[in-house]
């Protein structure tokens, strides 16, 4: 399967404050990246989809100028987290889908966000 | 909207057993893909099997195999030989097929394999 990474592994922060998490493939293009968010013992939440060089679609109830999707290359996205509360804190995962297979997601290994 | 569901939260068996998880759909859509993810403590999501909706055979993977019954919106997961290995949480999810669309989950199933 084709190679998703994400950085940073791990983050803590304070309340207020903003962390950016990047998502890239590695080994194929990936024209179409999700983000998702998954809270300890639940299933994944799909948060947004983004396409190179368009604006993110987000799913419904999750605050677009909360959490700012960048996607302008087709091997890199950005998840940032802005004015991150406690709130906030959970393992958020993404994926990427292009031209290695069709119809299928690959995933990178997961961010987790711990807010003070 | 699609609806996934795994009705077994949590299931264990013995090592060498075989074991099934479920999975029902709800779709109003012809062609779509279902897929098995595995997600062991280290949390990475890690492809189990993939199904075709247009396919009427059964994907199979070594020991993991699935049962489609597309009428029945149904699509369940049989792990043979089961090994500590195994030991994960396993998602059901589901994919139109419009290309590279979301993909939309189940809540989950818990296996914990036995030694």
């Known amino acids: 399967g084709a190679v998703v990474s994400q950085h940073p592994s791990r983050v803590i922060c304070k309340s207020g404050t903003s962390v950016k998490i990047e998502c890239r493939s590695l080994?194929?293009?990936?024209?179409?990246m999700f983000w998702y968010r998954q809270f300890p013992k639940q299933s994944l939440m799909l948060m947004a989809t983004?396409?190179?060089?368009?604006?993110?679609?987000?799913e419904q109830g999750v605050e677009k100028d909360k959490f700012l999707i960048n996607h302008a290359s087709l091997t890199l996205s950005t998840l940032t987290v802005t004015s991150a509360h406690p709130e906030d804190s959970s393992f958020y995962i993404c994926?990427?889908?292009?031209?290695?297979?069709?119809?299928?997601?690959?995933f990178g290994p997961g961010t987790r966000l711990t807010v003070l | 909207a699609q609806t996934v569901t795994q009705s077994q939260p949590e299931m264990s068996v013995q090592e060498a057993e075989t074991v099934t998880l479920s999975c029902t759909y709800d779709?109003?859509?012809?062609?779509?893909?279902l897929f098995w993810y595995k997600q062991p403590p280290s949390r990475q999501m890690i492809l189990v099997i993939r199904q075709e909706a247009y396919k009427q055979q059964n994907a199979t993977e070594n020991r993991f195999s699935v049962n489609f019954q597309k009428a029945a919106k149904s699509f369940s997961l049989k792990i043979s030989d089961s090994q500590l290995g195994d030991t994960a949480m396993y998602f059901c999810a589901f994919m139109n097929d419009f290309g590279n669309e979301k993909l939309t989950f189940g809540t989950g199933t818990r296996l914990t394999i036995i030694p």
């Open positions: 983004s396409n190179e060089g368009s604006k993110a679609t987000y």
């Open positions: 994926s990427g889908a292009g031209d290695r297979v069709r119809n299928e997601q690959f």
């Open positions: 779709t109003s859509e012809n062609n779509y893909y």
């Open positions: 080994d194929f293009q990936a024209t179409t």
